[in-house]
Each structure stands twice: as structure tokens, then as C-alpha cells.
């Protein structure tokens, strides 16, 4: 059975860095085709994928967010993290850790709301 | 950059079917994915790759995507399908992932 977990703070300061740890059990990171991703949704909004990284290493981000956004893996540690910088209010959100293997995001973790607020 | 785009909200009565489109600029060439997510709720995946069906997911969800426009389709809809639902591509040309605006299904 695959299951993710976020971890990271629920509140940060504007400018401030995010730094989110998603641990998963069930998979290895090193097989061929698997992905793990970030998607967030704002309060009452629609979801909106933020970066994955494959087992290769190779690494996707969103286009509009690529400057702010940085995900690693380790894989000994079963851990993906995901650090956004200048964090705004706007980026207010849950933000969810998921498995990939085929394009589409099965399962995902239970999402952790993030606020950001001075 | 690619988008998708949804109605906002869809009503159907108690058993009738109810009907959710994904447009984008030919999505009938892309693989589309559906997922479910209730209140308070992580989504769940309903239909990946066009028209499968995960174990456990009802017969009665079902899809479609050709030309311009995908389809989820909810036929005999039931109380517990109220939920909002988004469409998800990938997009090659980008390398990235994309999400419908989604799309409030009300079981009248």
C-alpha cells in the first residue's frame, strides 16, 4: 500500500522560505517511471501542480512558479522535499505530496494548509 | 501555456445522469484524467487515461475525449457523488502538468 505524508510549518512570514518533506512508504523511488509531486490549492480554489521529480532525477516545475520552486529527493530516506521561496500571502494553501506513474497523481497525501501571514 | 477549462458548477437530479466537460486545444491528442475530491478531502482518482477505471471506482463513472473536449460522465448519480471534480493532462510540450478550473457537482 502506497501512502505520502506531508510535514512542514503551517505558518510562515512573508519573504520567508516554505521547506516541505513529504514521506512515503510502499514505493522506491528508484523504479523505473515512478514520480513524486507537489499540488496546492488555495482555499476554496482549484488545484494547481507545483513540481515532481522521477526516479531518474530528472526534475519538472510549473512554468510560472519555476524561479521560486526547487524539489530533491532521497531516496534512502524515502523523502521528497520542496522549498518555494518569497512566500506571499496569495500562496496561502494545502499543499499535497503525491505519487505519479503514468501521468496522472494516485495516491496523495492528506495535504498540509500552509498560511502565510505576517 | 496549456489550460483546461470546465463550467463551474453542474446540477442533476437524484438517478439521472450528469455530464462534466474538459476543454482544451486538442485534448483528444492528450491523455486525460479525472479526479473526485469531497469536502475536507484529498482528490481521488475516478477515470485515468481517457476512460479506465480504478478498482473500487463505480461502473457508473465513465469518459470520453475527442477532438476539443473530454468528457466525465455520472450516470444514476447519487448523494455521495456531490463533489468536486478536476481534469488533468500533461502536456508535452511543457514538460508539465495541468488542472481543469473544476467543477461543483450539486445531486438535487
Known amino acids: 500500500q502506497i501512502t505520502l505524508k506531508e510535514s512542514g510549518p503551517t505558518l510562515v512570514k512573508p519573504t520567508q522560505t516554505l521547506t516541505l518533506t513529504c514521506t512515503f512508504s510502499?514505493?522506491?523511488?528508484?523504479?523505473?517511471?515512478?514520480?513524486v509531486g507537489w499540488i496546492r490549492q488555495p482555499p476554496g480554489e482549484a488545484l494547481e501542480w507545483l513540481a515532481i521529480?522521477?526516479?531518474?532525477?530528472?526534475?519538472r516545475y510549473s512554468p510560472s512558479l519555476r524561479s521560486r520552486l526547487t524539489i530533491t529527493k532521497d531516496t534512502s530516506k524515502n523523502q521528497v522535499v520542496l522549498t518555494m521561496t518569497n512566500m506571499n500571502p496569495v500562496d496561502t494553501a494545502t499543499y499535497y505530496c503525491?505519487?505519479?506513474?503514468?501521468?496522472?497523481?494516485?495516491?496523495w497525501g492528506q495535504g498540509t494548509l500552509v498560511t502565510v501571514s505576517s | 501555456s496549456y489550460e483546461l477549462a470546465q463550467p463551474l458548477s453542474v446540477s442533476v437530479a437524484l438517478g439521472q445522469t450528469a455530464k462534466i466537460t474538459c476543454g482544451g486545444n486538442?485534448?483528444?491528442?492528450?491523455?486525460v484524467h479525472w479526479y473526485q475530491q469531497k469536502p475536507g478531502q484529498a482528490p481521488v482518482v475516478v477515470i485515468y487515461r481517457d476512460y479506465n477505471r480504478p478498482s473500487g471506482i463505480p461502473e457508473r463513472f465513465f469518459a470520453s475525449n475527442l477532438g476539443s473536449t473530454a468528457t466525465l460522465t455520472i450516470s444514476g448519480a447519487q448523494a455521495g457523488d456531490e463533489a468536486d471534480y478536476y481534469c488533468?493532462?500533461?502536456?508535452?510540450?511543457?514538460?508539465?502538468?495541468?488542472f481543469g478550473t473544476g467543477t461543483k457537482v450539486t445531486v438535487l
Open positions: 488533468q493532462v500533461w502536456d508535452s510540450s511543457t514538460g508539465a502538468y495541468v
Open positions: 521529480v522521477y526516479w531518474d532525477d530528472d526534475k
Open positions: 503525491v505519487y505519479s506513474w503514468g501521468n496522472w497523481f494516485d495516491p
Open positions: 510502499g514505493f522506491s523511488l528508484s523504479t523505473s517511471g515512478v514520480g
Open positions: 486538442d485534448i483528444g491528442s492528450k491523455n
